[in-house]
C-alpha cells in the first residue's frame, strides 16, 4: 500500500519567498523542467514562427524567392491539399491497427506466460527479443528476409505449397508496416499485461473458481475488469510512440502511396526532398494542436489512473 | 496426477494435464514463431551472398560476412567510428538523464509539490509533439552553433526524449519506498543529498536501474535525429547498419551481419536484465 | 448437508517428501461445526483446501456426503468456502458479488435477487447491495464473504480463519453470530482457525493437528480435561498449563515436595501438567514459591510464580479469585488441588490425578 501521506506533506509556503518550503520543494524539479522546456517547447516556437512565412531552401530552387511574412497562407492551404488529409488517415489507420493488434496479441501471449511450464522464462525471452531490436533493423528484416519477393521466406513458403509470390510490401505498404510495428510492439503490450494479470490475488481466482466459474467465465468477468487500466495505460504508451512511426516507412516503402503517415509526409515536405520549410512547420503546427486534442483525452485516462493510485 | 503435473495449474485439481501440456506446447510455438525472423536473419549473417540470395546452403557457414563488415572502405562509416559514437553519446544522455530525474523525481513523490499531478502531465506531453516537427529549427540552430555531425547535439536531443520517460518511471519507484523511513531520516536531520543516497537509492536502486536500460535500448535504437544531424560519414550504429544496403547488388548475408552486430549489445543486455526491465515496466507506469 | 470424511488423506510439499497433511484420518458428521486448530505450518490450511479441491491430494481419498470427491473440480464440489482475506470480487458490487454463483449455476436473475436479498437480510447488509468492496469497512467486507456462501445452500461450508482480520472486539461478538447462524442453518461446517479460543468456544468439536498429524479430535471440554498427549494439553488453554518435568517413583516429587501420584509410569523420565485453577495459594502447603508478577484482570487473578524444582527455576501461573492481597517478591506456599496429569517419555498421557 503506497503511502498517501505524501499528500499531508504538500507545503504551505509563503508565496514569494524564495527560501520558503514551497521552493525548497520546487527545486529539485527545476533542473530537468527546463531542460525539457527549453529543448521541445523553444523549437516548437520557431515552428511557428517558420509556419508563417514561405520560407525555402533557396538552393533548390530555379527561381530564388525572398523570404517573406505570408500569415495563415500555409494554413489555408494545408486544408485543401488532399495529399495531407490521406496522410492523416494513413496515420490513424496505422496507429489504430497497429495499436489494437498488438495490444490484443500481447494479451494473449500474457495469458499463455502466466503459468509455469518447461522453458518459461526462454520462450519470454524470446518473445521480448522485437522490442529490443533497432526498428530500422527490424523493418530492414521483414523487408529483405521475409517480405521480398526475390528471396523472402514468406513468399518461399507460398511458392512451396502451390501458390503465386506476393508482392507484400508493394501490394500492400500499410500491411507491412502495420506488421512490423505489431512485430516489436506486442512484447511491450505483452509484459504490461502481464504484470496485470500477475497483480490478480490469487484468492479471488480461486473463490471464482470454489463458486462455480469456469476458466473462460473467470476470465470475462473478473479478469478482463482488472486489466482494464493495464490495457488502457498500455494503448497510450504505446499510441503515442507508433504514432510517431517514421523509421519503418523510410525503410521499407519510402513513403509511397498508403503508407505515408503524417511525420514522414512533413518530413517529405520539409528536409526529405520538398525543402519547403514554411508549409512543413504548418502542417508541423497543425499536427500539434490534433495532437494536444488528443492528449486532453489522453489526460482523462491518466488521472483515473493516478486516482486508483490515490485511492490505493 | 503427480506433483510435479499439478504445479503450474492455477485452479486446483481438475485441470486436465491435457490442457497444461497443450498451453506450454503452444508457448514454445509461438515464441520459436514470433523469433523466426530474427533467427533467420542471424543464420542468413553467417552464409555466403550466393546463398543467402538463394535461400540454400551449399557453401557453408562462416564469419566471413562478419570480418566483411567490420572493415570500412574510405568514405563510408566504419564500424568502429559509429561504435564508438553510439556508446558515448549513450552513456553520457543516460548519465544525465539519471542525474536530472533524480532529483525531479524526488521533487514529485517523495515531497511533492502542490501542482505534482500537472507537472508530471506535462512531461509526459512532451512526447505527444512528433520529432519531425521540430527537426527543422532544431538543424537551423545545430547548424548555427556548429554542432552538425558532433556527439554533442544527439546527447542533448536524446536527454530531451528520455527525461520524460525517466522521470515518471523513477517517481513511481521512490513512491514505494516507505514513508516511515524517510521520516526516520528527516528527524536525524538529513538533506536531500543524504537521503537519497542513504536511503531512497538501496531501495529504489532495481528500479532505476530497469529505467536506465530502457533509456539505453531507446538511445542506442534511435534513428530519425542521427540520420538527420549527422553527415553520412560521421553517425551512430542506425545509420551504420543503412549504410550496408547497398543499391549495387543484394548484399543479404552481408547485411544480416551488421544488423547482428549493431544489435547485440541491447539485445543482450535486455535479456540480462529482463526480469528488472519487467518490474520496471510495470511498476514504473502503473503504480 | 453431508458429511465428510478425510480417509488417510496426504499431501506432499510440492516437489519434497514431506507431507503437509500426513494420512488423516477425520470425519464431520452432518450438520457439525468442526473447527481444525494447530498452530502455524500445522497444515490445517492445507487440510481445508484438500477439501475444497484447491490442493490436490497425493494419497488416500476424501468423501463429501459418502462420495469420492478426490478427483472432482472445486466447482463441482457443491461446498462454499470464506477465505481469510475475504477474496471479494473487486468490480463487482455487494449483491453481485452474492450472487455470484448462482449467476454461474443459471439461476434465473429474480430467483436470484430475491436469495441475495434474503441472505442481506439475515446479516445486515441491505444498506450496503450496491457498494463496491472497496467502499467497505473489515467488518462489513467480513459478512459480505459470508453471505456470498450462505446464498450458495451448499453441502459444506468452508471457512479458513474468516475471523482472524477483524479487531478483537468485533471479533468476539462476530464469532457468537457465527455460531447462532451455524446452528439455525444447520450445515457441516469446516473451520479453520489458529487461536485455540476461537475453537474451544465455536466447536461442536475440535481437530488439534501438528506439522500434518492428528493429535485429538474431540468435544472442547474433553480436550481441555482429557488431553491426549502433551502437545494438546499445552495448546488448548490459556493461560497455558504448567508443565515440569519430573521422574517417577511411586510418587513424583515437585518442588521437592511429594505428591501422591499413585499408579505410575516407573523408572522413567516424565512430565507432569496441571492447569493454573489447580495451584492454591496460601501460607501453608508442601510448594515454596516466591511471586513474580500478579495480573489482576478484575474477575479473576493471575499470579506469576517462581519454584525451585530439582534444582532450577520453573515458572508456574495460578488462577485465584480475587481479592488476592499477595506481592511480587513474597514468599508463599502452594497446593496442587484438582486434576494433575501425568505424561510419559513419548508425551502421551498416561494417567490423571484429581489431588
Given at each position: 500500500m503506497t503511502a498517501t501521506a505524501a499528500d499531508a506533506t504538500l507545503a504551505r509556503g509563503k508565496v514569494g519567498d524564495p527560501f520558503s518550503s514551497a521552493w525548497r520543494r520546487r527545486l529539485p524539479l527545476l533542473p530537468a523542467l527546463l531542460y525539457v522546456v527549453a529543448i521541445t517547447q523553444l523549437p516548437f516556437l520557431v515552428s511557428i514562427y517558420y509556419s508563417l512565412t514561405n520560407l525555402k531552401d533557396k538552393t533548390q530552387s530555379l527561381i530564388p524567392e525572398p523570404t517573406k511574412f505570408v500569415g495563415v497562407e500555409n494554413y489555408r492551404r494545408i486544408f485543401s491539399d488532399p495529399f495531407f488529409r490521406q496522410a492523416m488517415w494513413t496515420s490513424v489507420k496505422m496507429t489504430v491497427l497497429s495499436v489494437v493488434l498488438s495490444l490484443i496479441i500481447g494479451t494473449l501471449f500474457a495469458i499463455l506466460l502466466d503459468r509455469r511450464f518447461f522453458g518459461q522464462g526462454f520462450i519470454r525471452t524470446l518473445l521480448i527479443t522485437p522490442f529490443l531490436l533497432m526498428p530500422v533493423v527490424a523493418a530492414l528484416i521483414w523487408k529483405q528476409q521475409?517480405?521480398?519477393?526475390?528471396?523472402?521466406?514468406?513468399?518461399?513458403?507460398?511458392?512451396f505449397v502451390g501458390f503465386n509470390s506476393v508482392a507484400f510490401i508493394s501490394d500492400h505498404p500499410l500491411g507491412s508496416i502495420v506488421t512490423v510495428l505489431v512485430w516489436q510492439w506486442t512484447p511491450f503490450m505483452m509484459l504490461i499485461v502481464l504484470a496485470g494479470l500477475q497483480s490478480q490475488p490469487s484468492d479471488v481466482l480461486e473463490a471464482a473458481n470454489v463458486d462455480g466459474a469456469n476458466g473462460l467465465g473467470i476470465f470475462r468477468q473478473l479478469t478482463l475488469p482488472h486489466l482494464r487500466p493495464y490495457l488502457e495505460l498500455g494503448a497510450l504508451l504505446g499510441a503515442i510512440f507508433i504514432v510517431q512511426a517514421f523509421d519503418a516507412i523510410d525503410v521499407m516503402?519510402?513513403?509511397?502511396?498508403?503508407?505515408?503517415?503524417?511525420?514522414?509526409?512533413?518530413?517529405?515536405?520539409?528536409?526529405?526532398?520538398?525543402?519547403?520549410?514554411?508549409?512543413?512547420?504548418?502542417?508541423?503546427?497543425?499536427?500539434?494542436?490534433?495532437?494536444?486534442?488528443i492528449a486532453t483525452f489522453a489526460l482523462r485516462v491518466l488521472s483515473s489512473l493516478f486516482k486508483d493510485e490515490e485511492r490505493a | 496426477m503427480t506433483d510435479e503435473e499439478r504445479r503450474g495449474t492455477r485452479l486446483g485439481i481438475g485441470e486436465r494435464r491435457a490442457v497444461v501440456a497443450g498451453i506450454g506446447a503452444l508457448a514454445w510455438l509461438v515464441g520459436l514463431l514470433w523469433i523466426f525472423p530474427v533467427a533467420w536473419t542471424v543464420f542468413t549473417s553467417f552464409k555466403t551472398e550466393e546463398d543467402a540470395a538463394a535461400q540454400t546452403l551449399h557453401q557453408g557457414l562462416s564469419f566471413g560476412r562478419y570480418s566483411d563488415v567490420s572493415h570500412s572502405t574510405t568514405g563510408t562509416l566504419s564500424l568502429q567510428s559509429a561504435f564508438t559514437n553510439s556508446l558515448v553519446v549513450v552513456a553520457v544522455s543516460t548519465v544525465i538523464v539519471l542525474l536530472l530525474a533524480l532529483p525531479a523525481a524526488y521533487a514529485l513523490a517523495i515531497r511533492p509539490i502542490h501542482k505534482w499531478r500537472d507537472v508530471l502531465f506535462f512531461f509526459i506531453s512532451t512526447k505527444f509533439l512528433p520529432v519531425v516537427a521540430s527537426i527543422f529549427p532544431i538543424y537551423v540552430y545545430a547548424e548555427k552553433w556548429n554542432l552538425i555531425g558532433t556527439r554533442t547535439v544527439l546527447i542533448i536531443l536524446y536527454i530531451a526524449i528520455n527525461l520524460p520517460l525517466a522521470v515518471w518511471m523513477i517517481r513511481s519507484f521512490f513512491r514505494e519506498v516507505p514513508r516511515e523511513l524517510i521520516e526516520a531520516a528527516e528527524i536525524d536531520g538529513t538533506n536531500?543529498?543524504?537521503?537519497?543516497?542513504?536511503?531512497?537509492?538501496?531501495?529504489?536502486?532495481?528500479?532505476?536501474?530497469?529505467?536506465?536500460?530502457?533509456?539505453?535500448?531507446?538511445?542506442?535504437?534511435?534513428?530519425?535525429?542521427?540520420?538527420?544531424?549527422?553527415?553520412?560519414?560521421?553517425?551512430?550504429?542506425?545509420?551504420?547498419?543503412?549504410?550496408?544496403?547497398?543499391?549495387?547488388?543484394?548484399?543479404?548475408?552481408?547485411?544480416?551481419?551488421?544488423?547482428?552486430?549493431?544489435?547485440?549489445?541491447?539485445?543482450?543486455?535486455?535479456?540480462?536484465?529482463?526480469k528488472r526491465m519487467i518490474r520496471g515496466l510495470s511498476m514504473g507506469a502503473l503504480k | 448437508m453431508a458429511s465428510v470424511d478425510y480417509v488417510v488423506a496426504t499431501r506432499f510439499y510440492p516437489g519434497t517428501p514431506?507431507?503437509?497433511?500426513?494420512?488423516?484420518?477425520?470425519?464431520?458428521?452432518?450438520?457439525?461445526?468442526?473447527?481444525?486448530?494447530?498452530?502455524?505450518?500445522?497444515?490445517?490450511?492445507?487440510?481445508?483446501?484438500?477439501?475444497?479441491?484447491?490442493?490436490?491430494?497425493?494419497?488416500?481419498?476424501?468423501?463429501?456426503?459418502?462420495?469420492?470427491?478426490?478427483?472432482?473440480?472445486?466447482?463441482e464440489r457443491d461446498i462454499a468456502m470464506?477465505?481469510?482475506?475475504?477474496?471479494?470480487?473487486?468490480?463487482?458490487?455487494?449483491?453481485?458479488?452474492?450472487?455470484?454463483?448462482?449467476?454461474?449455476?443459471?439461476?434465473?436473475?429474480?430467483?436470484?435477487?430475491?436469495?441475495?436479498?434474503?441472505?442481506a437480510k439475515l446479516l445486515d447488509l441491505e444498506p450496503y447491495l450496491g457498494r463496491k468492496p472497496r467502499n467497505l469497512s473489515g467488518g462489513q467486507r467480513q459478512r459480505v464473504a459470508m453471505g456470498r456462501a450462505i446464498v450458495r445452500q451448499p453441502q459444506v461450508y468452508l471457512m479458513d480463519e474468516p475471523l482472524s482480520n477483524l479487531d478483537a472486539k468485533l471479533r468476539v461478538q462476530t464469532r457468537a453470530e457465527l455460531v447462532e447462524l451455524q446452528k439455525r442453518l444447520a450445515v457441516t461446517t469446516v473451520y479453520v482457525t489458529h487461536d485455540q479460543v476461537e475453537a474451544m468456544t465455536m466447536g461442536h468439536r475440535v481437530a488439534v493437528l501438528r506439522d500434518g498429524e492428528l493429535q485429538q479430535v474431540e468435544a472442547p471440554s474433553t480436550l481441555y480435561h482429557e488431553p491426549a498427549n502433551l502437545f494438546v494439553a499445552g495448546f488448548i488453554g490459556s493461560p497455558a498449563m504448567n508443565i515440569l518435568p519430573v521422574s517417577v517413583d511411586r510418587s513424583i516429587k515437585v518442588a521437592g515436595a511429594e505428591i501422591g501420584i499413585g499408579e505410575a509410569v516407573s523408572g522413567e523420565r516424565a512430565t507432569i501438567g496441571f492447569r493454573p485453577e489447580t495451584v492454591t495459594i496460601g501460607d501453608e502447603g508442601p510448594i515454596p514459591a516466591r511471586i513474580r508478577l500478579v495480573e489482576d484482570l478484575g474477575s479473576e487473578v493471575f499470579v506469576h510464580l517462581v519454584i525451585d524444582h530439582e534444582g532450577e527455576e520453573r515458572r508456574i501461573v495460578a488462577k485465584v479469585d480475587p481479592p488476592f492481597a499477595g506481592q511480587p517478591d513474597e514468599n508463599v506456599r502452594l497446593t496442587l488441588r484438582g486434576k494433575v496429569h501425568l505424561f510419559d517419555a513419548t508425551e502421551a498421557r498416561r494417567t490423571t490425578v484429581t489431588l
Open positions: 521475409m517480405f521480398s519477393s526475390l528471396f523472402g521466406v514468406l513468399n518461399k513458403v507460398l511458392n516503402t519510402g513513403g509511397g502511396p498508403g503508407s505515408t503517415n503524417i511525420p514522414y509526409y512533413v518530413y517529405q515536405e520539409s528536409i526529405g526532398g520538398g525543402f519547403r520549410y514554411g508549409s512543413a512547420s504548418a502542417y508541423a503546427i497543425v499536427v500539434v494542436i490534433f495532437s494536444i486534442i | 536531500l543529498f543524504n537521503q537519497l543516497r542513504s536511503v531512497i537509492l538501496p531501495i529504489a536502486a532495481p528500479g532505476i536501474a530497469a529505467t536506465a536500460l530502457l533509456c539505453v535500448i531507446f538511445a542506442w535504437n534511435e534513428y530519425f535525429y542521427a540520420l538527420q544531424l549527422n553527415f553520412a560519414s560521421g553517425s551512430t550504429m542506425p545509420q551504420w547498419v543503412t549504410s550496408n544496403v547497398s543499391t549495387r547488388g543484394n548484399f543479404l548475408a552481408k547485411l544480416s551481419a551488421a544488423s547482428t552486430i549493431a544489435c547485440l549489445p541491447v539485445v543482450l543486455a535486455g535479456w540480462a536484465a529482463q | 514431506n507431507p503437509a497433511i500426513n494420512k488423516l484420518n477425520l470425519s464431520v458428521a452432518d450438520g457439525e461445526l468442526l473447527v481444525l486448530v494447530g498452530p502455524s505450518g500445522s497444515g490445517k490450511s492445507t487440510a481445508l483446501r484438500m477439501l475444497a479441491g484447491l490442493e490436490p491430494l497425493d494419497d488416500g481419498q476424501i468423501l463429501i456426503g459418502g462420495e469420492d470427491v478426490s478427483n472432482v473440480r472445486p466447482r470464506v477465505f481469510q482475506n475475504y477474496a471479494l470480487y473487486p468490480n463487482l458490487d455487494v449483491a453481485q458479488n452474492m450472487g455470484f454463483a448462482l449467476k454461474q449455476q443459471g439461476v434465473p436473475k429474480q430467483e436470484r435477487v430475491q436469495r441475495v436479498r434474503e441472505v
